[in-house]
């Protein structure tokens, strides 16, 4: 009897409480992956809108320093087209020393045309500051752009936004209220960019359309011989013209409008929305369900209509 009681006698897990604890776990996990996958990009979203407002500083450094917002792009005539032809020197070219990146400014050669060969180093240069973490595909390449007008236009002189061909526009001249009026926002990428230095749709775009989700990328003609390769935007170094540097019929554009000069709404990679950064340098967050009409408006520097409410 004593011999009985002090024999301890062991037991381990069935087979089928084995499974129950697996499927509780995997519950469990199944529950938390959705919170965590959202707090990931919450995060992402907040290191998005960071970005932007070193932009909007950058933007109101320059504006102090020359009493003037930056050019959306400085070419000799209009409209802009999407080929690399021209002077094109983009908003965000004439913002570097303020946003950190003196050297490239320094290295940029102004005489010349951005798209040349002394002007490479700068065109393939990456920079973090222009990249959306959500949306983070290497390359020399904006994942913001400069709001040039109010709907699908090309980028010409006349365009209402605040970025445009040759702008010259003063603090006064945004007849609505900085605080009211979008001047950057976020962009997708795609099949035809010519890189953060470009004046194009590459660092402009109207407010036409919100695309969201979608995954993207930067892609030039891949068929030329003498193509240098980059994370970026190709760049050909040979005898080929630059209106071969592309391929224009890779853009998806709508009916009736010229793939030459079409530049395209903004978009962003949250699902829910997207960041804006006001002419008075506050970034707001905005549901891509927002009416498009609403958009309109914030995009118009002086539509002389009351303002809308956002927020």
Known sequence: MKNRKMKIQQRGFTLVEMLVVIAIIGILMGLLLPAIQAARE???RASCANNLS???IGVHQYEQSFRVFPPGVVDSKGPI???PIGYHHSWICAILPNIEQNNAYKLLDRKQSIYA???IPVRIHEISVLKCPSNNTPGAYTNYAGIHHDRESPIDADNNGMFFLNSFVHAKDVEDGLSHTAM??????????????SGTRASLRNISGVASGQKTFVATNPTLPGTVRSDG?????????PELWIDLSQLAVPKGVSPATYVGGIGAMHGAGLNFAFADGAVRFLSESTDSKILMKIAHRKDGELPPSLW
């Open 42 to 44: 919450a995060a992402r």
């Open 54 to 56: 070193q932009l909007a």
């Open 81 to 83: 087209t999407n080929t």
């Open 117 to 119: 060969a002394a002007n």
């Open 184 to 197: 950057i926002s976020e962009k997708l990428n795609d099949r035809v960019d010519l890189g953060w230095s």
């Open 233 to 241: 935007p190709d760049l050909v170094l040979s005898e080929f013209p």
